[in-house]
């Protein structure tokens, strides 16, 4: 009787500790906003530095890309937000949180090689992202918006992952 016991709550605690871990990955449309949008200004100006240090062609035209498309992903975030009358963070709390997303990136010949390895690691993050909301969102706006933004990120990893071949 006792090992019956032991196995019922043991499976008790399996279960409310999975129940947890799944709330955990659950965010509210204000913080998935808040957090997206830290880290599409992150992706925007490791964009625009890339930008300045690089003197590859190709790594140019992928940074204008990234900080063109991520810029609009921001400003449609910033319309559900005010659409659905969200309590959001404000610009100077998601810079702040956006530069502790940012990577370091040394300087000299392999500049090129680890923006193109960091933006491999952040976009691939970013899509995770998209699609755990996609799947998990009630909000309408909300899931056309990563429905809308996760082509865009893929194409961004594709395009990441050949600079990082050609580097």
């Known amino acids: ?34 957090e997206a949008s830290a880290q599409g200004v992150a992706d925007i100006e490791a ?17 204008i890309q990234v900080i063109n498309d991520r810029t609009t992903a921001n400003q449609h975030l910033a319309k559900i937000a005010r659409k659905l ?3 959001v963070a404000d610009r100077e709390e998601v810079v702040s949180k956006a530069k502790t997303l940012m990577p370091e990136v040394q300087d000299g010949d392999a500049f090129d090689q680890a923006y193109a390895a960091s933006q491999v690691k952040t976009t691939q993050e970013a899509i995770a992202q998209l699609q755990r909301e996609a799947q998990t969102t009630q909000v309408p706006e909300i899931k056309a918006f990563a429905e809308e933004t996760l082509p865009k990120l893929e194409n961004h990893l594709q395009r990441a992952r050949a600079l990082q071949a050609s580097r």
Do not use: C, W
Not at 21 to 30: I, L, N, R
């Open 1 to 34: 009787m006792r090992r019956m016991a032991t196995r019922i709550r043991t499976a008790s605690i399996a279960v409310l500790l999975g129940l947890g871990a799944s709330s955990a990955f659950a965010q509210s449309p204000a913080e998935f906003i808040n």
């Open 47 to 63: 964009s625009r530095l890339a930008h300045q240090k690089t003197t590859a062609i190709e790594v140019k035209d992928y940074t």
């Open 85 to 87: 009358e969200l309590p």
